[in-house]
Every structure is written in C-alpha cells, then in structure tokens.
C-alpha cells in the first residue's frame, strides 16, 4: 500500500479541496499520514495570493522532495496556475495540477506511476479563456467532526488592483444546487450539525446560472440533522434589506458576517477597485443589526496600500472604531507580481506598514474582548467541538452562534452536541467558560 501526505496552503477554499483529494486517494488505497512522515506521494495545494505565499509554495515542495527524494511530489492549485512555466521548470516537481483539475488526482498518479515515472505530467487548463465549471469535488467525512465546509462557489469576477485571483481561479462558477443539497445531507445522515458555505467569490453564488446565494441558503435550511448554518465572507453590496430580512427569518443561520472592507477610506477603496463606499459598507452593518440581536461581523483590513497618506489612514481607524467589529484580519499590502497595484506610485515603507498594522492589531484586541464581554453573565447555547485542555483543565469547547468560544466541564462526554448555559469568566485568552 502507497503511502500518501498532504499539505494545504491557503484560505479555506484550498483546505476543502485538499481534504476533498485526501479523499479521493483514501478511496484509491492510499494510507494517509502525517505531512512530516516518509511517503510515497506528496501532494502540496499551494496558494498564490502573494508573492511570499508563492515562495512558501515552493518551499514546502522542495521540503517534500528532500523529505523523500523517491517520492512522487503533486503540486497543485494557484501556484501552479499563475506560475505554469516556472513550476515546469522545478525540478522537485513530478505531477503539476492547476485549478478545476483536482478531480483528476488519482488518474493522474496512476498514469506517472504506469509511465515508469515521466517527468511533470500536467493538468493545468487555461482557466481564463476556455469554458469551464464547477469542478464536482464531494466530501462525505470531513476532518472536523461537527462542522462541515461545503464549497459551493469558484472563481471571481471583480478584478481588485490588488489582486492575483481571478488570474489563478478563473470566472465565476457555481456549484450545482442539487450537488450542494445531495452533500449536505450526507454530512447531516454522518452526523454532521453545523455547515459553513465557501467559495472564492460566495456573494456570487448563481450570476452564472440563475440563481443566488440566499435561494441556496433557504434550500439548505430546509435539511433536517443540520441546526447550524454559517456564510463565508460577503460582499457588502450582498446586504441588502431584503437579503437581510430573509436570513434573520431563518432559524439556523448564525449571526456571525464575515463582510470583506479591506480600508475605511473611499479614497483607497477607488485605488484598489473595490465597488463600494464607505456608506454603502456602514449601511449593510446597520442592516445586519437592525435584523440581528448583537450579530458577530468580522472583516479584513489591508494597511499600507499603495498612496495611503497618513490622513487615509486616520480615515479607516476612525471607520473601524465607528463599525466596531468582532474580529478584523489585519494584512500589511504585499506587492503581487501581475496586479496593478504592484506598478502604482507612492509605495508604503515597509516600516511604516508595520506601524499602522501594530495600531490596527492593538484595536481588533480591544473591540474583539468587548464583543465578547457582552455575553457575560448571560445564556447561550454551543456546540460542543471536542475535549481540550485549558488553564491547566479538562474541558469540552465549542462555538456559540455568534462565535464566541466557550470551555464547559463536564463527566460526561459532549462532542457534538448542543449545550447551554452561562457564559462567565475568561478561563484563558478568548475562551470562555460556560456553566451549564
């Protein structure tokens, strides 16, 4: 029996689909183990969001080769679609897969294997011209043992000056609704509680075939054994009032918004071709709370963009002091190699990025302690993940709807199931304990 490792990289899209062909290798006879283990093959989802996730991408694949120097590497993914040619000139690469050829894993190992060990066996299709689809690639038993996330969505359309994705996952596609159905209820018939919808673009979900993300939600809705439904990151011309309206009608969604701003200032927003203002994102924001008791919105903040002056800056403090959020995903402006925004004039300094990023990290910990501290002293109700040590404790965590994780002790085993009770103290940073 082959032995087979793999290793992510990358945003939660990638992480599905490298569990999706751990599966497919599973299913082919494969035994599975740990990345740091000799194998037989190793497969590396490699991200290309930035040029330091590109330099990771090729480190870990030269890891792999050195790990084993026998072994069959697989780079697949954004790298390989963005950067073709100089993965087919890298020596420590044996099969080369681009995006919406995943599916292709196993047939491709058998044809390398067959072939007494070609050199770079390619499947990387021309993602931005030719005709493509949703790439189908099924989950039954993800890793995660109560929640589930389902891809549901590929590709973007919105071509930020910043940005390398659309290059790397092509247009806009959407999963068929009857695949995303059929999925769900075979996490929900394994047990599954909670699903979390994904995708590179998931606002867009059916401009390509006529239909929308909040059909899909509704439908999803409807599937018994799942309680909990969660969005990945939103648009913010998503949230309108009705869109709104309709999701606080529905029981199982969580009031946890993931709204991408990326700066507080309209200024800096035109620069990185963002479609949409300050005023519209404050809007959505108001929407969500005026529909949602205390709702969880998070977001992503990029500082030190290109021609960012000292007053823009000041713009987006105020801004994210104004909005108030539970988390923000704090990034310092990384030249990407293709973008628009790695020729514009008035580059940041380094230095002066790292500044503005420590300002912004110190405030996400005081919003995010006081979104938290709002759930003091009163009832909520968790699914329970998995028993973890904690302050020196035995302790069962998991996840209210809004996010917020909480510690409860217990004799009893609680995996997946649905506990509630007090939130009190902070029993280590960002946890909570729950007495039931």
């Known amino acids: 029996m082959k032995k087979a490792a793999l290793h992510n990289l990358g945003c939660k899209v990638n992480a599905y689909e490298t569990e999706a ?27 290309s969001v930035t040029n330091m996730a590109d330099r990771k991408s090729r480190q870990m694949l030269h890891r792999a080769k050195k790990k084993n120097p026998e072994a069959v590497i697989v780079a697949a993914g954004c790298y390989v679609q963005t950067k073709e040619e100089e993965a087919e000139a890298d020596d420590s690469i044996d099969i080369l897969i681009g995006n919406n050829q995943k599916g292709q894993l196993v047939s491709l190992l058998e044809l390398y294997f067959e072939d007494q060990k070609q050199s770079h ?31 549901v969505q590929d590709g973007c359309n919105q071509f930020c000056s910043y940005c390398i994705i659309p290059y790397a996952r092509g247009r806009v596609r ?41 059909h899909l939600i509704q439908e999803i809705h409807k599937i018994d054994g799942i309680e909990r439904i969660r969005l990945g990151s939103l648009e913010p011309k998503i949230v309108t009032e009705d869109f709104v309206r309709e999701l606080a009608g ?28 300050t005023e519209e994102y404050e809007e959505g924001c108001r929407l969500l709370r005026a529909y949602f008791e205390h709702p969880a919105i998070t977001t992503d903040v990029i500082v030190g963009f290109p021609g960012e002056t000292e007053e823009e800056f000041k713009q987006t403090v105020n801004f994210l002091k104004r909005i108030h959020f539970y ?16 020729v514009m004039e008035n580059q940041i300094p380094e230095e002066k990025k790292t500044e503005r990023s420590n300002v912004l990290l110190a405030l996400a910990d005081v919003m995010s302690k006081e979104f938290r501290d709002y759930y003091r002293n009163t009832v909520q109700e968790a699914l329970i993940e998995e028993a973890q040590t904690v302050a020196g404790k035995q302790v069962y965590v998991g996840y209210t709807r809004e996010y917020v994780k909480v510690a409860v002790s217990s004799d009893e085993p609680l995996e997946n199931t649905m506990v509630s009770g007090m939130i009190t103290e902070p029993i280590e940073a960002e946890i909570y304990e729950m007495k039931r």
Do not use: W
């Open 174 to 214: 959407s999963r068929a609704l009857d695949q995303v159905i059929q999925e769900v209820r075979k996490l929900s018939s394994n047990g599954y509680r909670e699903v979390v919808l994904t995708g590179i673009h998931l606002s867009s979900y059916g401009v390509d075939c006529g239909d929308n993300l909040l």
């Open 327 to 342: 988390e923000m995903h704090i990034f310092k402006y990384s030249k990407r190699q293709g973008t628009r925004a790695a």
């Open 121 to 151: 066996i390619a499947a990387v299709a021309d993602i931005n011209h030719e005709e493509q689809v949703f790439e189908e690639l099924v989950m039954s038993k993800p890793s995660e043992h109560t929640r589930a996330f389902i891809k």
């Open 21 to 47: 062909m751990q599966q497919q290798l599973e299913h082919a006879g494969y035994e599975i183990v740990p990345f740091t283990e000799k194998a037989d093959v190793y497969v590396i989802n490699t991200c």
């Open 250 to 277: 529905l029981s199982k969604v969580c009031p946890h918004f993931h709204l991408s701003l990326q700066s507080g200032c309209d200024d800096t927003l035109k620069r990185m071709n963002r479609k949409y203002t």
